[in-house]
């Protein structure tokens, strides 16, 4: 019998979302109200649907293989060399090769329990071992038990999202480097800046480029490309050489870097996505205080709602999906009593409203 290395066997069989389209599948339904994945109800750039449009005919083409075009505008926008980026399909794409690359096989990456799942599938994918610390009780990343849990076990990576996913929370500028300069100087932090774009500039960590230090971007939110597959790194030289090495250089869809480029082009549509996902944010605060459920106020374009217990949570999120409206909710405590709701367009928060009331009127009785 062939069978799979020892360390893959042991994986049990995990998928770490289960899209739309198998929900669909399994609840006999053609159709679902999106607001499961923090895609973008605003879709992509009208600029980068025509440029893709017009290079359809060369899809027998591969794409570039440096992305050099894509890089040359990324580093024009951040500052940088484009010698310090590195684009593959996704964030979750970079985010493995990132694992492949500085955590050996049966070495440690520390992560918060319950934050993205996708770092700790490639973490076991990859022969090594997550080490895990609580979020604090209000849902945000817990900064000083991730510093003692990395002086202790000197884990070789440790993986934050900011703003935070599934939470929404932020950690402030000065926070954040204080936690980055706390960290031991051997243990790289792996910054995951999916939702960036929808925070101030100046908010952010300042550029910084050193080894001990990877920040992941990309296009999928407030630029409206999931469906497309394109991110990017922002790191040193040295670590992009490594990234080089192991990453599949014709991994990335050519209309992707076509469509991402024209959208580097259109600061008008990226800020109309995130000007209507902040009304989006508002709109759900509304409802949520109209219902007399918590919430979480969010940086990303999704908001957390509460309903009071993990089991309430899942109930909720079944009974929507039963009606056609397909959302989340985290999977650990102690967000695990939240659903998280992505940010859609106005009719999208008014279904979503309608069927969200009816639901709580059977479910809180």
Not at 244 to 266: E, P, T, V
Request: net charge negative; aromatic share 8%.
């Amino acid at each position: 019998m062939i069978r799979p290395t020892p360390a893959i066997e042991a994986i049990p069989q995990t998928t770490p979302f289960i899209g739309p389209e198998q929900l669909m599948r399994e609840t006999h339904q053609c159709e679902l109200l999106r607001l499961g994945a923090n895609e973008s109800a605003f879709g992509p750039s009208p600029k980068a649907i025509d440029a893709m449009t017009r290079e359809l005919p060369r899809l027998s083409w591969y794409g570039d293989p440096e992305s050099l075009d894509l890089r040359d505008a990324l580093a024009e926008k951040h500052q940088c060399d484009p010698a310090q980026i590195v684009v593959g399909s996704g964030i979750d794409d970079l985010m493995g090769i990132a694992v492949r690359a500085f955590v050996a096989p049966g070495g440690a990456a520390l992560a918060t329990l319950g934050t993205y799942p996708t770092f700790a599938y490639h973490v076991a994918g990859y022969g090594a071992r997550l080490l895990e610390v609580p979020y604090q009780p209000d849902g945000t990343p817990d900064c000083d038990a991730l510093l003692d849990a990395a002086r202790s076990a000197m884990p070789s990576i440790v993986y934050l999202a900011n703003p935070d996913n599934p939470s929404g929370r932020f950690i402030s500028r000065g926070e954040m480097e204080a936690f980055y300069n706390a960290l031991p100087d051997d243990t790289l932090l792996l910054l995951d800046e999916a939702y960036a774009d929808f925070v101030d500039e100046r908010d952010l960590l300042p550029a910084i480029f050193q080894d001990r230090l990877i920040r992941l971007r990309t296009f999928s939110k407030a630029y409206g490309m999931a469906g497309a597959r394109i991110g990017y790194a922002l790191a040193t030289q040295r670590n992009v050489a490594t990234f080089q090495k192991i990453r599949l250089h014709y991994g990335i869809n050519r209309n992707a870097q076509i469509g991402a480029l024209a959208s580097l082009h259109d600061p008008e549509f990226r800020q109309y996505v995130v000007t209507e996902t902040a009304r989006a944010r508002e709109a759900y605060y509304r409802l949520a205080a109209e219902l007399g459920r918590p919430y979480i106020e969010s940086r990303t374009n999704f908001v957390c709602i509460g309903m009071e217990t993990a089991q309430r949570a899942t109930c909720v999120m079944n009974e929507l999906l039963r009606r056609g409206v397909w959302i989340r909710k985290p999977g650990a405590p102690p967000l695990d009593a939240y659903v998280r709701v992505s940010a859609g367009t106005a009719g999208m928060r008014d279904a979503f409203s309608a069927a969200l009331r009816a639901v709580l009127a059977e479910v809180f009785v």
